[in-house]
């Protein structure tokens, strides 16, 4: 029996050839930079439902809220962001979903 490669096992598929073409490309890694917080431009503190303009800035078009690294929020304003942007849809403030 013939075999190419020789050794015991020798086919074409234990050379180090085959090995190389099964690596892996590596993906590059995109390098985020951080977004300035929104509220600390208007110098605003506190967080109103009421303030319908400023919880539009972070809602998504499709009515969702932006995550952190998007809105450019502190934990802490993320979750007045949350609390209010509830409370505003509860009073019909906002829509839930946008047409």
């Known amino acids: ?10 086919g074409r598929f234990n050379s180090k050839k085959a090995k190389d073409l099964k690596k892996k490309k590596k993906k590059k890694a995109r390098i985020l930079l951080p977004v300035p917080n929104k509220l600390s431009k208007e110098q605003k503190i506190f967080i109103d439902y009421k303030d319908i303009e400023t ?12 995550s952190r ?23 019909a403030l906002m829509p839930y979903v946008a047409k």
Request: hydrophobic share 40%; no cysteine.
């Open 69 to 91: 690294k998007r809105g450019g929020t502190t934990a802490r304003t993320q979750q007045m962001v949350r609390e209010a942007v509830k409370l505003a849809r509860f009073m």
């Open 1 to 10: 029996m013939f075999r190419p490669e020789g050794g015991p096992g020798g």
């Open 55 to 66: 919880l539009q800035k972070f809602v998504s078009g499709v009515g969702k809220l932006l």
